[in-house]
T-cell receptor
């Protein structure tokens, strides 16, 4: 299955600053997904990053707040801009891994280890 | 709206069996997933159901009833390493993944 390297693993940030999270995959993938996981809550999809086109954002998330880059088929970044304490969360990147799900016919998601952000 | 319900927390004893339930109300259905997430780590895939019935994979089994909007994950011969959160997720008619908040399973010796 795909191996995803995500960094930073954690950071403490000041209000009003921005932080960029990087995600590197060991194989070429068409789509990369960025999720947020707040304590005790479900995974929430922020956006889908496609190589060569603008990211597709879910309801409630906007490009100005969460700009995404996708320069090639193995790499993406998510920036959390002008952070506030409400942005404190775990941010995860993921890809659909046909290899790990092929025996069941499912498009299984493989996740990076996550980036735990704390905004003071 | 779309909704996935699962218990917030469950406790079980090492060596025993535990069943984690998941009920869903979604716009259409294109498969149900269970993921395991240890504290501080990424979710990892456990099982997938798209047809009614039981899927068995070693100590873990997952059941689906589409007519009832219901699934469960059954864990047998519990080990301490099974202490984790278990996430239920459903693909709707648009192939969007809808996630439950997860069930934190605590295993006691």
């Amino acid at each position: 299955s795909a191996v995803i390297s995500q960094k930073p693993s954690r950071d403490i940030c000041q209000r009003g600053t921005s932080l960029t999270i990087q995600c590197q995959v060991d194989s070429q993938v068409t789509m990369m997904f960025w999720y947020r996981q707040q304590p005790g809550q479900s995974l929430t999809l922020i956006a889908t990053a496609n190589q060569g086109s603008e990211a597709t954002y879910e309801s409630g998330f906007v490009i100005d707040k969460f700009p995404i880059s996708r320069p090639n088929l193995t790499f993406s970044t998510l920036t959390v801009s002008n952070m506030s304490p409400e942005d404190s969360s775990i941010y995860l990147c993921s890809v659909e891994d046909g290899e790990s799900g092929s025996s069941s016919g499912a498009n299984v998601l493989t996740f990076g280890a996550g980036s735990r952000l704390t905004v003071l | 709206g779309q909704n996935i319900d699962q218990p917030t927390e469950m406790t079980a004893t090492e060596g025993a069996i535990v069943q984690i339930n998941c009920t869903y109300q979604t716009s259409g259905f294109n498969g149900l997933f269970w993921y395991q997430q240890h504290a501080g780590e990424a979710p990892t895939f456990l099982s997938y159901n798209v047809l009614d019935g039981l899927e068995e994979k070693g100590r873990f089994s997952s059941f689906l009833s589409r007519s009832k909007g219901y699934s469960y994950l059954l864990l047998k011969e519990l080990q301490m390493k099974d202490s984790a959160s278990y996430l239920c997720a459903v693909r709707d008619r648009n192939y969007q993944l809808i996630w439950g908040a997860g069930t934190k399973l605590i295993i006691k010796p």
